[in-house]
């Protein structure tokens, strides 16, 4: 099934999109990645959605990427006696270790290292900031504060320090477990969350160790700081827009998604926007015209994917809001300018390497002899990222004998992966090309492709040949 856009889309499992045939029709409408949010749902439940997926994969003979989303910590008040409490600025109000249920002027805040970072003037959000306090007084396992404002607080509402590093580890021991789950289930993405600097990135890829690409959510101010060195060690990044509002101005967040996938673009590392895409469509058919100028916004950046979170997980129109995100994206697509700003943005050189040296003259060449696409062929993936990275004019289709790599590479953009068996001979090389360049739909007789590969054939990161094809019979 050949998409009509470069741009991916990936979309959220849950109670709305549990079945098979939901599964189904979800990717019939355009999803090329299933996001599994191991925040929520029991791992029984992630087991069906995965053997779903890939019974889909087999029928469809499409690799199909699979995300599993980490929990990292979760800082959250604990419960009251009443269930919620009605609130006043000005007025005050503590936070204590105490396990004793909280009342309108105090709750119990069950995280000692949230104590061990306040100085007298921190802000504290509750309720992704529809409370704000800000600290008197403070100690080891205390915090007088002031309410700033907000009027109603409840059980268990998360709680956000912003600029603060707090002494916690990314990954949990929840999120060990999962992890060990999700790979031994084959997920191809492991999104790590509540990042704060490049150590919980080397942290995870230690664990993963390649089994999975590891994926950066970018939702704290720290780990902006220390973008670049979270870019290079990361295999792809997502701009989790959500946490990153609640921490940051809310006029803070554009330039940011902007500064992010430009990062991300000159590194050649996939990269994902997020978060209330098309939030609307949780309970509504169609999204508001601001909804689908964002989705617009994120794929005239260059963003390799857009992501849909409740409103495929837990949404009255989850095949709907998916069907929409592919309109915007192939409409965006179409336009002249888009093709324009992709190349304008794209200022950084190619590095003194052969591969990358081939990947971009493989664009130039398309372009020159008008050639209907680029096959590549790619054992690791690195290959195909080259020639993502380039944002040619043409469908780009990768070739690779390892189904791991094909399902890695649905994420990123403008690539149409084919698990096929390896080549040995050039010649077999060419005729492989060409033959499924045009049973895929990319190419017709009497057109020509340019292909990129490596010799000797199969070894990683040996890409050193360019060749111009023409299809044939």
């Not at 100085?119 to 704000?132: A, K, M, Q």
């Not at 600097?197 to 160790?209: Q, Y």
């Not at 701009?239 to 500064?259: H, I, S, T, Y």
């Not at 129109?317 to 409409?331: F, Q, S």
């Amino acid at each position: 099934m050949r998409r009509q856009r470069s741009a991916k889309i990936v979309a959220t499992l849950g109670p709305a999109s549990n079945t098979p045939p939901q599964i189904a029709a979800l990717f019939t409408a355009g999803v090329d990645v299933f996001r599994l949010n191991f925040s929520h749902g029991e791992r029984d439940e992630h087991a069906v959605r995965i053997a779903a997926i890939r019974a889909l994969e087999h029928k469809v003979e499409r690799p199909i990427g699979i995300m599993a989303d980490l929990q990292g910590p979760k800082l959250r008040l604990g419960k009251f006696g009443q269930g919620k409490v009605a609130l006043k600025p000005g007025q005050r109000f503590r936070l204590d270790l105490d396990k004793e249920a909280g009342n309108a002027t105090r709750a119990p805040l069950p995280h000692p290292e949230i104590f061990a970072v306040l100085d007298r003037g921190t802000e504290i959000l509750l309720n992704d900031g529809r409370v704000r306090l800000q600290v008197e007084k403070h100690g080891s396992n205390f915090a007088e504060t002031i309410v700033v404002s907000g009027t109603e607080l409840s059980d268990r509402k998360g709680v956000n320090i912003p600029g603060a590093v707090l002494p916690l580890s990314a990954i949990t021991a929840k999120d060990r477990s999962d992890l060990a789950f999700a790979l031994d289930h084959g997920a191809d993405w492991i999104a790590l969350s509540f990042v704060q600097g490049p150590d919980d990135v080397a942290e995870a890829k230690k664990l993963v160790a390649g089994r999975a690409g590891v994926l950066v959510k970018l939702e704290k101010p720290s780990a902006v700081q220390r973008l670049g060195e979270i870019v290079d060690l990361a295999d792809a990044v997502m701009v989790a827009r959500g946490d990153l509002g609640v921490e940051m101005p809310p006029e803070d967040v554009p330039p940011l998604q902007k500064e992010i996938v430009h990062t991300c673009r000159q590194a050649g590392k996939p990269v994902v926007v997020a978060t209330q895409m098309l939030e609307s469509m949780v309970t509504a058919p169609v999204p508001t015209r601001a909804e689908a100028s964002d989705v617009a916004t994120a794929i005239y950046e260059g963003a390799d994917a857009v992501m849909l979170s409740a409103e495929t997980a837990a949404g009255a129109y989850p095949v709907e809001a998916v069907a929409m995100m592919d309109r915007i994206v192939r409409r965006v697509q179409a336009d002249p300018l888009y093709g324009v700003g992709l190349h304008t943005e794209m200022l950084t050189a190619p590095e003194h390497t052969s591969p990358d040296a081939i990947s971009a003259a493989a664009r130039q060449v398309a372009d020159t002899v008008g050639a209907a696409a680029i096959v590549s062929y790619t054992n690791s993936g690195a290959t195909a990222l080259r020639a993502a990275r380039e944002r040619p004019g043409v469908p780009t289709i990768a070739l690779t004998a390892r189904i791991e790599t094909a399902r890695r590479l649905a994420l990123v953009w403008g690539l149409h992966c084919v698990h096929t068996s390896d080549v040995h001979r050039f010649n077999d090389m060419i005729q492989k090309a060409t033959r499924i360049a045009r049973q895929e739909g990319f190419a017709e007789q009497g057109q020509r492709v340019v292909i990129t590969a490596g010799i000797p054939f199969g070894t990683p990161g040996a890409t050193n040949v360019l060749h111009i094809a023409w299809v044939h019979d």
